[in-house]
């Protein structure tokens, strides 16, 4: 049974105040991700460099160049090892029928968003509903990634596979007032429906609260699905950006330092002691005229001393930054190479070396949100009436080959795997990088139709009249020595 207006209400007033705490946790790992720290003012996770009080206006301004992007970047080299290619029953060779619900919602390309949303704050959530198509008018499912600046979820237990509840909530802006004065328009989630709310000074009061509708959404659980980075026995999720912010706030320091000595040391210094100065405003003007970056200093005092004071050495700075970015990448399990771009003179083989630490750390993120795929697969199975699709505890899904192989590596091992041990070809096609069901459903079909051998005596077949023609060009002919040697004797 659906709840009350007064049941909906009372849960909101409690656990809202969490939710806009999660909310403003994650809007500050969202400023660090993006690149953004300068706008985290206060706490230990303020983002600007140390900057005196008294500074001036160049100063704060140097400043503001010294935040760096690497947090993106550790996102970035995690998310790019993650591509969900497929999902199948066990002992099948096609995907799942929820795989075109998958594709119908475009999530080939949402599974990155979202994926970067959970690396970068730990958790982010998946959202399906009935619905119907807009083309077709057919029975479908709407697929929504969310951020968890958005949505939260709350459980019974840490480990249950659903939430006893989840809260979406959006701010109305009221440009009268200023922008976001804190009114909010509020969906709330459970077994039975979604509730449409709305809220007014960030619901401190059970009176400033606003219930609109509910609407039964058919489902035997709340059909929101979370996807964390890394999750305790706990429950709390951490994601990679939050446990690195201490080292992300040196690197800018050593960026800012650096600029501050680049900017106003990096120059030496001429001195003059012991020589006269002009007596008088007019002669001090004339003398400045006079002298320029060529003119050579004479002075006539036997006292007069000229010397230089040296530039400060950059590269203790550099070195400095450097040395923290190969922690960070220690940290992280970064390849060092991603970070202090040094990839170039990298062979298949070194590369592959240098990402074994992202690749090992990329199969503990790969487990945790294939598990929560499989979760949305067979929610999406219950929305479609595939009973047998959503009890499918032993599904898997499968994902995109990224490891830094090279294709003569990887063709060796597969024939091996295919002569030594037997294994049908055609089960190893999925393991060439670049290789998806579509590749393979090509092959396949050429294979049974018996084209690929007509397709080989083609090539075969143009090759041989290449050579002919090549043996042909290189015989001395009657035109004159065209087409073969210059000195051949003509007949």
């Excluded at 949303?117 to 009935?130: C, D, N, R, S, V």
Aim: hydrophobic share 40%.
């Amino acid at each position: 049974m659906a709840m009350s207006q007064g049941v909906v209400k009372g849960l909101c007033l409690e656990y809202f105040p969490d939710w806009l705490a999660t909310r403003k946790r994650t809007q500050i790992l969202d400023s660090w991700t993006r690149g953004e720290q300068t706008k985290v003012t206060s706490g230990d996770w303020r983002g600007s460099p140390y900057v005196p009080e008294d500074a001036n206006a160049e100063l704060k301004q140097l400043a503001e160049l010294a935040p760096n992007g690497f947090g993106d970047l550790i996102i970035t080299s995690l998310a790019q090892t993650a591509f969900l290619d497929g999902v199948r029953l066990p002992g099948t060779e096609d995907n799942m029928a929820s795989w075109d619900v998958w594709q119908e919602n475009r999530w080939d390309a949402k599974q990155i968003g979202l994926h970067r949303a959970a690396i970068g704050h730990g958790l982010a959530y998946g959202l399906a509903l009935p619905a119907k198509s807009r083309l077709s008018g057919t029975k479908t499912a709407k697929m929504q990634a969310i951020s968890a600046m958005r949505m939260s979820a709350w459980y019974d237990e840490d480990d249950d596979e659903f939430p006893l509840h989840a809260i979406l909530a959006d701010p109305v802006k009221n440009d009268e007032l200023g922008g976001y004065v804190g009114d909010w328009t509020v969906r709330v989630y459970d077994e039975e429906a979604v509730y449409f709310l709305s809220c007014k000074n960030n619901g401190k009061d059970i009176r400033d609260w606003t219930y609109i509708s509910t609407e039964p959404h058919g489902l035997d659980v709340p059909p929101v699905v979370r996807y964390a980075n890394r999750i305790d026995l706990d429950g709390r999720a951490t994601g990679v950006i939050e446990p690195v912010i201490p080292l992300l706030r040196r690197l800018d320091q050593d960026t800012f330092d650096r600029i501050i000595v680049q900017r106003f040391g990096a120059w030496k210094v001429r001195w003059i002691a012991g020589m006269a100065k002009p007596t008088s405003e007019e002669a001090a003007a004339q003398e400045a005229i006079k002298l320029s970056m060529m003119d050579l200093l004479i002075s006539t005092n036997e006292n007069t001393k000229f010397g230089t004071l040296d530039a400060t050495d950059m590269a203790g700075y550099i070195s400095a930054g450097d040395a923290d970015l190969r922690y960070l990448a220690a940290i992280t399990q970064t390849p060092p190479h991603h970070l202090l771009g040094l990839s170039s003179n990298l062979q298949a083989e070194a590369l592959a070396a240098a990402e074994k630490g992202l690749q090992s750390k990329s199969i503990d993120f790969k487990t945790v949100v294939g598990e929560a795929h499989e979760q949305m697969f067979r929610l999406v199975a219950q929305i479609m009436g595939n009973t047998k699709e959503a009890t499918a505890t032993g599904m898997k899904v499968r994902w995109r080959d990224t490891e830094s192989r090279s294709l003569v590596q990887t063709a060796n091992a597969l024939t091996l795997l295919a002569s030594g041990l037997g294994i049908p070809s055609e089960m190893l096609w999925e393991r060439l990088p670049g290789w998806d069901d579509a590749d393979s459903e090509r092959a396949l079909r050429l294979v049974e139709s018996g084209n690929v051998d007509q397709l080989l005596a083609q090539i075969a077949g143009e090759q041989a009249t290449a050579q002919a023609v090549e043996v042909a060009k290189a015989r001395p002919s009657d035109n004159g020595g065209k087409g073969g040697s210059d000195n051949a004797p003509k007949k």
